[in-house]
């Protein structure tokens, strides 16, 4: 699986809005970009994938780079609840993910 | 719908000894995938299993193993327990579609004594 990079944290204030990066300058063009979190004591939870448009869900927005090169979640009111570890990870096809380091993001009250 | 469900939640082991882990995935989903999580190597993909049959592999040895039944149930098994093995085993299950979200479980968490 091509290699993702993040930053190791990231910090934000409560209610606003948070942009975690993601670099995959080898992505290749089956690979799509998922995001997962995990949240103290609990296992992985699915964010959100795209392959190359913009995607919304109720949990948040990823924005892809026009060469695929990049990609950022965006939590558009971060709460507390969204403490966690975000992964990048891209993915051609079956089940398995390949997980890196993640963002630690930090919610400050 | 019934997420996935891992049991035991916790498991004390001595090493040499041998230890199975059961997951239940959520309805209707077909594959299974097991991961170990460490403070030092983070996430680790194990195996994936579809209808019983082994799809993929990780990077572990032989002492790693699975297998999945007809239910689509999986089962996992570390003989000769060592202490590094001390981790949360955790299990995603999915459907058998390309690029579709996993789902998973609460993670099992074994200590070697």
């Known amino acids: 699986d091509a290699k993702t990079t993040q930053p190791n944290s990231m910090e934000s204030n409560e209610e606003e809005p948070v942009h975690l990066p993601c670099n995959h300058s080898t992505i290749s063009g089956t690979d799509y970009i998922h995001w997962y979190r995990q949240l103290p004591s609990q296992g992985p939870e699915y964010v959100i994938h795209g392959l190359t448009s913009n995607v919304n869900n109720r949990m948040a927005s990823l924005a892809i780079a026009e060469d695929r090169k990049s990609s950022t979640l965006i939590l558009h009111r971060a709460t507390l609840r969204d403490a966690a570890v975000y992964y990048c990870?891209?993915?051609?096809?079956?089940?398995?993910?390949?997980f890196g380091e993640g963002t630690q993001l930090t919610v400050n009250p | 719908k019934a997420g996935v469900t891992q049991t035991p939640r916790y498991l004390i082991k001595t090493r040499g000894q041998q230890v199975t882990l059961s997951c239940s995935p959520i309805s209707g989903h077909r594959s299974v995938s097991w991961y170990q999580q460490t403070p030092g190597q983070g996430l680790q993909f194990l195996f994936e299993y579809f209808s019983e049959t082994q799809r993929n592999k990780g990077n572990f040895p032989g002492r790693f193993s699975g297998r999945q039944f007809s239910n689509s149930r999986s089962e996992m098994n570390v003989s000769t327990l060592e202490l590094g093995d001390s981790a949360l085993y955790l299990c995603?299950?999915?459907?058998?579609?390309?690029?579709?979200?996993?789902?998973f479980g609460q993670g099992t968490r074994l200590t070697v004594v």
């Open positions: 995603a299950s999915s459907l058998e579609v390309k690029n579709t979200e996993a789902f």
């Open positions: 990870i891209l993915k051609t096809s079956g089940s398995r993910l390949t």
